[in-house]
Nanobody, 120 residues
Framework: QAQLVESGGGLVQAGGSLRLSCAAS??????????MGWYRQAPGKQRELVAY???????NHADSVKGRFTISRDNAKNTVYLQMNSLKPEDTAAYYC????????????WGQGTQVTVSS
């Protein structure tokens, strides 16, 4: 079992920045082989992928956040980050951290979420 704890959410004005963190309570070996992702869910909408980073450090960001958000990981701290710049009101959502490793149908874990609210 893995436990993920997100932090760093809050209220920010449009154009501002926040950095989300997600600490994983797993062994270092498990963390290093895991793909880590950030998802978000706004009220009345489906959860959507924001960005993910693989065990080798490859990243992918949703088109809506490219050039503004950056995902990174620190394997020494079992932590993944999401740096969010130039925030927009449409970025308002609950942000969730995800950890998964093979076999993905079994090893797929979520954090409790952290709220990000961007005021106009």
């Amino acid at each position: 079992q893995a436990q993920l704890v997100e932090s760093g959410g809050g209220l920010v004005q449009a154009g501002g920045s926040l950095r989300l963190s997600c600490a994983a309570s797993v062994s270092g070996t498990i963390f290093r082989i895991s793909t880590m992702g950030w998802y978000r869910q706004a009220p009345g909408k489906q959860r959507e992928l924001v960005a993910y980073i693989t065990s080798t450090g490859s990243t992918n960001h949703a088109d809506s956040v490219k050039g503004r958000f950056t995902i990174s990981r620190d394997n020494a701290k079992n932590t993944v980050y999401l740096q969010m710049n130039s925030l927009k009101p449409e970025d308002t959502a609950a942000y969730y951290c995800n950890l998964k490793y093979y076999p993905y149908t079994v090893n797929d874990y979520w954090g409790q979420g952290t709220q990000v609210t961007v005021s106009s």
